[in-house]
């Protein structure tokens, strides 16, 4: 079976800094990943996915993420945030519709 | 994507009572699935809403405690039975389309058992 580890459960940025949330996979067969986005009392946005092709993705809100086969990793990037950038950040992993969910981070972005 | 509605968004509910939580999505789609999100964790899959068929659950959840239903390729219900206080969460339920892989989620019932 597929797992995910998200390995910072806080991230605290200031604004219109780079930050990077740590993903990482565990899978005996090829998955697919995904980033989502939780805003406070809210559902889960799809930010991006890779499903195969070119290793870095671009998604929505300028974010983009890099497949790395080698190390199982699938980081999300972000060159300058934003106040409104805050939010839960969940990485996953699915096979044949088993879709499994990292533990999250917390994105806190400070003026 | 689809657009999901769930229904209630929240609800207090008291021990020993049962809250069924609606799902409606504004096309057909052939996955719906329910999840558990309690405070501050991530989201634990319940089970796979079936259209016409009893539900697949994940080991640690059962029909009694979470019956569900899928009449039809646009509606699902997930009901919390005997609810007690371990019971509060947020509820959410997602939808997946033929030949996709990513999961489209609803906006989530916020679950309060006192």
């Known amino acids: 079976a597929q797992s995910v580890t998200q390995l910072d459960s806080q991230v605290p940025v200031f604004e219109e800094a780079p930050v990077e949330l740590r993903c990482n996979y565990s899978?005996?067969?090829?998955?697919?990943l995904f980033w989502y986005v939780q805003y406070p009392n809210q559902g889960l946005q799809l930010l991006l996915k890779?499903?195969?092709?070119?290793?870095l993705v671009k998604g929505i809100n300028g974010f983009e993420a890099e497949f790395n086969k080698s190390q199982t990793s699938f980081h999300l990037r972000k060159p300058s945030v934003h106040i409104s950038d805050t939010a839960e950040y969940f990485c996953?992993?699915?096979?044949?519709?088993?879709?499994?969910f990292g533990a999250g981070t917390r994105l806190t972005v400070k003026p | 994507s689809a657009v999901i509605s769930q229904k209630p968004s929240r609800d207090i509910c008291q021990r020993g009572t049962s809250l069924t939580i609606q799902c409606q999505v504004d096309s057909q789609v052939t996955m719906m699935f329910w999840y558990r999100q309690q405070p501050g964790q991530s989201l634990t899959l319940i089970a796979t809403?079936?259209?016409?068929?009893?539900?697949?659950?994940e080991s640690g959840f059962v029909i009694d405690k979470f019956p569900i239903s899928r009449p039809n390729l646009t509606f699902s219900t997930l009901t919390v039975s005997n609810m007690s206080p371990e019971d509060s969460s947020i509820y959410l339920c997602?939808?997946?389309?033929?030949?996709?892989?990513?999961?489209?989620f609803g906006p989530g019932t916020r679950l309060t058992v006192l």
């Open positions: 809403a079936n259209q016409g068929s009893e539900a697949t659950y």
């Open positions: 890779y499903l195969s092709g070119s290793t």
């Open positions: 996953a992993v699915s096979f044949l519709n088993d879709m499994r």
């Open positions: 899978s005996s067969v090829s998955v697919y």
């Open positions: 997602s939808v997946e389309h033929r030949g996709k892989v990513e999961q489209f």
